[in-house]
């Protein structure tokens, strides 16, 4: 089982960046794939960005263009580059794994990104 922590979190101004990783834990890392979810007050979490086993994204429209998902597996890592940041972006950004196109792990803290106008 593949355990994961979410930081890099933080205040930013709109039009500023972010970046956030996802650290993971356990020897099956690098045959899952990871995707990064948000979740604004009020709202049902979302998908962001997928990454899969071979490196293939998949973005929402929403961030389509500003944010950039990548992972290295040799440290056990996904990342989430945030750019061209938005007041719509703000909430908390999870990661998860990702099994049959849904996420199968539990969630953790999450990490807390709020953009300010």
């Known amino acids: 089982q593949v355990q994961l922590v979410e930081s890099g979190g933080g205040l930013v101004q709109a039009g500023g960046s972010l970046r956030l990783s996802c650290a993971a834990s356990g020897s099956t890392f690098g045959s899952r794939a990871i995707g990064w979810y948000r979740q604004a007050p009020g709202t049902q979490r979302e998908l962001v960005a997928t990454?899969?086993?071979?490196?293939?994204?998949y973005y929402a429209d929403s961030v389509k263009g500003r944010f950039t998902i990548a992972r290295d597996n040799a440290k056990k890592t996904v990342s989430l580059q945030m750019n061209s940041l938005e007041p719509e972006d703000t909430g908390v950004y999870y990661c998860n794994t990702i099994w049959l196109g849904r996420p199968d792990g539990p969630w953790g803290q999450g990490t807390l990104v709020t953009v300010s106008s």
């Open positions: 990454i899969s086993v071979d490196g293939f994204t």
